[in-house]
């Protein structure tokens, strides 16, 4: 992978739902693209975590083309994490 704007937004996808991190920090520190595609990534932790994973199927199909190669650069990822374990 090459696509630097979406590795920094993989290192990134949890800043705001799992910091105080805001958007407009990750704006002014990594660019609006990074912090796009990390906004795009961000679930709802308000929301009931069969919810959250219920929205994301439904809004797969309409993510940008950045988001769709981070979730495929995350699922491999993570999928090996786990085997490993």
Not at 21 to 28: A, D, G, K, M, P
């Amino acid at each position: 992978m090459s696509d630097s704007v979406v590795l920094a937004a993989a290192l990134l996808h949890d800043a705001i739902e799992d910091t105080k991190t805001t958007y407009e920090e990750l704006v002014q520190e990594f660019g609006k693209e990074v912090a796009d595609i990390v906004q795009e990534c961000t679930d709802d932790k308000s929301l009931p975590s069969e919810k959250r994973k219920e929205l994301q199927v439904l809004h797969a199909p309409s993510t940008s083309h950045k988001v769709t190669k981070f979730t495929a650069i995350y699922s491999t990822h993570y999928g090996s994490c786990r085997r490993s374990w």
